[in-house]
């Protein structure tokens, strides 16, 4: 359940957080003949759309797997098309997500990402850090085992110095240590193309979300798709293991 009341899900009718797999971006450009990198400048594309449609939905929080810690084994020119394609997103759309009222957070492991980029990273949180319209994370080298193993090696070094009792520790404690750790957990996860797998996204903060598969490809995902998978969800129960009274 949500850790803090004030981010409480369930009361409106919509997700309040919304997470999204944005797979299929190379085999839409690979329908139309051109280079996977084709489709990944067609998904950042939809990005801006889809963040632009959250406050008409009641989305306030919305998370988007741009980067796996896996997606390094693509060949060299996709990993350097990509990382320069994300250089070139925030230093384009950095003025207008300002102005647009949107929080910008980053999460994943930054080690193996290059100066310039963590550097267009931190200017853009710190830009948009007084925001509040919509709370959009940008997953980047993000996995989600990567993600618990780093927050268990933090616990520890705390537990080790004294500052933590390993007593003390429980489901509440461990988020903490997530670079999700002022975010609510998710309330529905959409993947596109066809693929029913969450590939390591999210895996502790998604353990009650929805999820909805759909077949369309990222690059052809729409307001009008994002508002009936919204839609959709209000339509659901969800009980968090709970019977319904
Ligand atoms: C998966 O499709 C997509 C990715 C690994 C990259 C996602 C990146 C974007 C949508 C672009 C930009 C994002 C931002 C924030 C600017 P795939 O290549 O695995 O597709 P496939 O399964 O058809 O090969």
């Given at each position: 359940m949500p850790k803090d009341p004030a981010l409480a899900t369930g009361t409106g009718t919509g997700p309040h957080h919304v997470a999204i797999i944005m797979d299929g971006n190379g085999r839409w450009a690979q329908a139309?003949?051109?280079?996977?990198?084709?489709?990944?400048?067609?998904?950042?594309?939809?990005?801006?759309?889809?963040?632009e449609a959250c406050p008409d939905l009641g989305v306030k929080y919305i998370t988007?797997?741009?980067?796996?810690?896996?997606?390094?084994k693509r060949t060299q020119v996709e990993v350097a098309g990509l990382m320069s394609l994300f250089r070139r997103y925030i230093t384009k759309e950095a003025?207008?997500?300002?102005?647009?009222?949107?929080?910008?957070?980053?999460?994943?492991?930054?080690?193996?990402?290059?100066?310039?980029?963590?550097?267009?990273?931190?200017?853009?949180?710190?830009?948009t850090a007084e925001n509040d319209k919509v709370h959009l994370t940008i997953a980047l080298n993000y996995g989600g085992r990567d993600e618990v193993a780093r927050a268990t090696k933090r616990l520890a070094q705390d537990v080790a110095a004294g500052r933590l009792d390993p007593e003390q520790v429980d489901?509440?404690?461990?988020?903490?240590?997530?670079?999700?750790?002022?975010?609510?957990?998710?309330?529905?996860?959409?993947?596109?193309?066809?693929?029913?797998?969450?590939?390591?996204?999210?895996?502790?903060?998604?353990?009650y979300a929805e999820y909805e598969?759909?077949?369309?490809?990222?690059?052809?995902?729409?307001?009008?798709?994002?508002?009936?998978?919204?839609?959709?969800?209000?339509?659901?129960?969800?009980?968090?293991?709970?019977?319904?009274?």
């Open positions: 139309r003949g051109r280079p996977r990198l084709f489709g990944h400048h067609a998904g950042a594309r939809r990005v801006r759309e889809i963040v988007i797997f741009a980067f796996s810690t896996e997606n390094w003025k207008a997500l300002h102005d647009e009222g949107v929080r910008v957070r980053f999460i994943g492991d930054r080690v193996r990402l290059d100066k310039k980029l963590i550097a267009l990273m931190d200017e853009l949180e710190q830009l489901e509440e404690t461990l988020p903490k240590y997530l670079d999700t750790c002022v975010l609510p957990d998710p309330d529905l996860v959409i993947r596109t193309s066809g693929e029913a797998r969450i590939s390591n996204f999210l895996l502790w903060q998604s353990a598969f759909i077949d369309t490809l990222w690059p052809d995902f729409s307001r009008e798709i994002f508002a009936e998978l919204v839609q959709n969800y209000g339509a659901r129960d969800r009980r968090f293991g709970a019977v319904k009274a």
